[in-house]
């Protein structure tokens, strides 16, 4: 049974902005969200996992990317959040801030991504 701890959450943090950074995010998140889970962009977007896959596969690659002050939120003994601030940048573009928010939930089929929120820094 997988570990709900800040380090295993990071890591699948950081699995998810290598597959963004590789143009494999649709295929990396179709796998990682559960059936039901939302993302709650900073545009006020909420995707099911059928638009964030459809979208992830269209969308241009980041160059690269820093995940900063990381910390562990329980939610239950099944579940945790892991928040963070981000940092992503992409050719002469201004950077990309924001403060990151993932819940996981432990399944049979292990650890699955339920809900993801971005809040920008910026404004």
Known sequence: MEELGLETLLSLERRG??????????????ELMSE???MVLVNGAVLDRDAVVASLDEAPAWDSYELTAPRLVP?????????????ARRGDEPPFEALMASV?????D?????LYQQTTTTH
Do not use: I, K, P, Q
């Open 17 to 30: 902005w290598d597959a963004l950074c590789s143009s494999s995010g649709g295929r990396f998140y179709g």
């Open 36 to 38: 039901d889970a939302v």
């Open 75 to 87: 939610v239950t003994a099944e579940s945790a959040a892991v928040v963070y601030r981000a940092v």
């Open 104 to 108: 996981y939930a432990r399944t049979d």
């Open 110 to 114: 292990g650890l699955r991504l339920v």
